[in-house]
């Protein structure tokens, strides 16, 4: 069997494997498993790259019927079972387990892309931390005051998760981490805007905690606008409505729309790409091909989608692995139920808010519940501990220990 994918979905399906009859082949655009919830991390500077992310191969080595690939799947040929990669070979399968995720989505605006860039993969993170910090040393070096107040005005779209965190934590960099670090520009003047076209940020969770993270967010400094989109980017900044905003620097982390992939399969998708699939998480009229993860449409009991994050992900990844387990016993595939283990999302030091069934925490709590629990789900006895010595150091001392210009180390305006 084939598992395209070596995100949540992709790597738990193959463990879920490991005493089946079968061989596994598991094929990566990438050579690791990346814990997407600590990214924005990597792009704050705040943990390394190796920190949240390990090599697929060390993870399954012990995993004697698994194979990992490294290549780039672009086309699926369900006819003929094979998949075909970006460097024209082809993979044959006799099943076939698609767990490809997601990407940015723009809502129609493709070009803004090369002006806000998302936070999906390593290399994003890389390029994100190249602009945040070096934006700081553009300001320095600035002697117009309006450009400089530019170059110092960073804009964060989409009031999700990803925003509240990004938007968080640059505030908490400019006020503390560099506050004594630059002579002519004075990083504390620097203002972080957190755009939602949505009534509120953080829509996800009960009122009164999207009123607490807003309230969190203001008081680091962090200018909230609600109810009103983007409606330009260019490179030297944003139009909130119709109010023009300087900014050279601007974050997306709005929407995301799922794997181009799905398209070679010739078979519906919703508006945001994902594949409705059956109780089993296999596709309808193709049932030796299971959908897992941010590709897969899937509703709840309740009607209400299972939303597009990493502990659905591991759900859909392990009840693909049981399916398959119950196919080759000759039984019938069980239908998924989604756990819902509540929203989490942290805002700064010792700031954040959770929900979790019933439970209801805002501050630190809900960070130190945060911290333990992403400590938990960390890959590796070697990331967790690393991890914690980071958040530590940077708790104490609030430095961030990655603050190093990866690439062309010059400010740029716009790649």
């Not at 699926?76 to 076939?96: H, N």
């Not at 009122?207 to 909230?224: M, N, W």
């Not at 609600?226 to 601007?250: M, N, Q, S, W, Y």
Request: glycine share 10%.
């Amino acid at each position: 069997m084939l598992v395209i994918g070596g995100g949540f979905a992709g790597l738990w399906a193959t463990r879920g494997l490991a005493s089946a009859p079968v061989r596994v082949t598991l094929l990566d655009r990438t050579n690791h498993h990346l814990f997407q919830p600590l990214l924005y991390q990597v792009a704050t500077a705040g943990l390394s790259a190796p920190d949240i992310a390990a090599p697929l191969r060390h993870i399954l080595r012990r995993q004697r019927n698994a194979t990992v690939l490294l290549g780039e799947a672009v086309a699926i040929d369900a006819s003929t079972r094979s998949v075909r990669l970006a460097d024209g070979t082809c993979l044959d399968y006799d099943t076939l387990v698609v767990a490809t995720g997601a990407t940015h989505a723009y809502f129609g605006h493709d070009d803004w892309a090369a002006h806000a860039p998302g936070l999906k993969t390593l290399d994003d993170a890389l390029l994100i931390r190249r602009r945040v910090l070096s934006a700081f040393e553009a300001a320095e070096r600035e002697d117009d005051p309006a450009q400089r107040a530019a170059w110092l005005s960073f804009v964060v779209i989409g009031g999700g998760p990803t925003g509240v965190e990004l938007a968080g934590t640059l505030a908490e960099i400019a006020r503390h981490t560099l506050k004594d670090e630059f002579r002519r520009a004075d990083p504390r003047h620097a203002q972080v805007h957190l755009v939602e076209a949505g009534p509120r940020v953080l829509a996800a969770m009960p009122e009164a905690l999207s009123a607490s993270a807003r309230a969190q967010l203001e008081r680091l400094g962090v200018l909230v606008h609600t109810g009103t989109p983007v409606t330009v980017v260019h490179p030297e900044g944003v139009r909130i409505g119709d109010t023009p905003l300087a900014a050279r620097t601007v974050l997306w982390a709005a929407g995301v729309a799922a794997s181009p992939l799905a398209e070679s399969l010739g078979v519906p998708r919703d508006r945001a790409g994902r594949v409705p699939v059956l109780p089993d998480l296999s596709v309808p009229g193709l049932p030796d091909i299971f959908i897992a993860g941010d590709l897969a449409q899937v509703a709840q009991a309740d009607a209400r989608p299972v939303p597009g994050v990493a502990p659905a992900a591991k759900q859909m990844g392990a009840h693909v692995a049981r399916a398959i387990r119950a196919r080759l016993s000759g039984r019938a595939a069980p239908a998924f139920r989604y756990r819902d283990y509540g929203n989490l999302a942290t805002i700064g030091r010792m700031s954040g808010v959770v929900e979790v069934g019933r439970l209801r925490l805002s501050g630190v709590l809900a960070w130190w519940f945060w911290l333990t629990a992403h400590l938990f789900f960390l890959i590796g006895f070697r990331n967790r501990l690393v991890v914690l010595i980071e958040w530590a150091w940077s708790y104490f001392s609030y430095q961030r220990g990655a603050r190093i210009i990866l690439g062309s180390g010059k400010p740029e305006s716009r790649p």
